[in-house]
């Protein structure tokens, strides 16, 4: 081989290695980047919150250490996880109910624009009402107890839903509805293999929105009309000025809401594969 055929190799090797750029760090090393990052936030966090909140009255405040403390004790006399049990019973029933309801609603509303134009401004005007303002009339109109709280819970998560399903139904391409119904299908086969497949994107963004409404839900229905679950909890240590014993509650809540988050992405990644990386 000539000296001009190598020079020309090596210039194209280098000129491919330019366009191609360094290698891409591997899958494990950036999940191990990531993780890594997170822990370094949540230890100067935790040390920050040590060191100021032990700086302070406990009446307003608290540190990581009282907090443990106080949650041991909680887990011992098992107060915490009888509330815990509560508030998911609670949580689950309604978001279920509101999962069921938001969907049929939603894909009504996205199919059909003349129901969508006669009712649309009904859910505006509801989603629009702040739910405070009608917790007296939820009261008379279930009481102090459960059904309460699950009505709470739905009139909460449910709006998401409904939105955001009836948006993706409203964005699906009118070409893939003009192969149905060249292909002469159903309206039910039709909701089945196009519109439901072409709005789950969307749909599964409103039900991650739904499940952080639904925990708000859980907690204020237990705030005002309940005497169990997490909510009650806050309420009792709040009374009593227990910032510590406060904070237990208020941090299974948060761990709560990122543990469902997290599942449901892992749930629209089973589910998605062909729109999700």
């Known amino acids: 081989m000539s000296d001009n055929a190598v020079l020309v190799q090596s210039t194209d090797r280098s000129s491919a290695q330019e366009v191609e750029g360094p290698p891409e760090p591997s899958r494990t090393r950036r999940v191990g980047v990531i993780w890594g990052g997170r822990a370094v936030v949540a230890a100067v966090l935790l040390i920050g919150w040590q060191l100021i909140g032990s700086t302070v ?3 307003y405040m ?19 996880f009888s509330a815990l049990g509560s508030s998911m019973q609670t949580l689950l029933v309604g978001f279920l109910i509101s999962i069921i309801i938001g969907l049929v609603i939603g894909l009504v509303l996205g199919r059909y624009r003349l129901v969508s134009a006669w009712t649309e401004w009904i859910l505006n005007a509801l989603y629009a009402t ?9 009261i008379v109109w279930f009481g102090l107890g459960y059904n309460a709280k699950l009505f709470i819970v739905v009139a909460l998560a449910v709006f998401p839903i409904i939105i955001n399903t009836a948006s993706g139904v409203r964005e699906i ?18 909701f089945r ?3 439901l497949p072409g709005a789950l994107p969307y749909i599964m963004t409103g039900v991650r ?32 000025f227990d910032t510590a014993g406060l904070f237990v509650p208020v941090i299974v809540l948060m761990l709560l809401g990122v543990l469902l988050t997290a599942l449901l992405r892992a749930a629209e990644k089973t589910t998605m594969r062909w729109k999700v990386r």
């Open 130 to 138: 702040p739910l405070i303002a009608v917790l007296p009339l939820v």
């Open 173 to 190: 391409d009118d070409a893939f509805l003009d192969v149905g119904r060249a292909f002469v299908r159903s309206e039910s086969a039709t």
């Open 62 to 80: 608290s540190y990581p250490t009282a907090v443990a403390r106080a949650a041991k004790k909680e887990v011992s006399s098992g107060e915490l």
């Open 57 to 59: 009255s406990p009446l």
């Open 193 to 195: 293999k196009i519109i």
């Open 209 to 240: 929105l739904a499940v952080g409404r639904a925990l708000i839900g859980v907690v204020v229905s237990e705030f005002f009309t309940g005497i169990s679950g997490l909510g009650a909890m806050i309420v009792k240590y709040g009374n009593n």
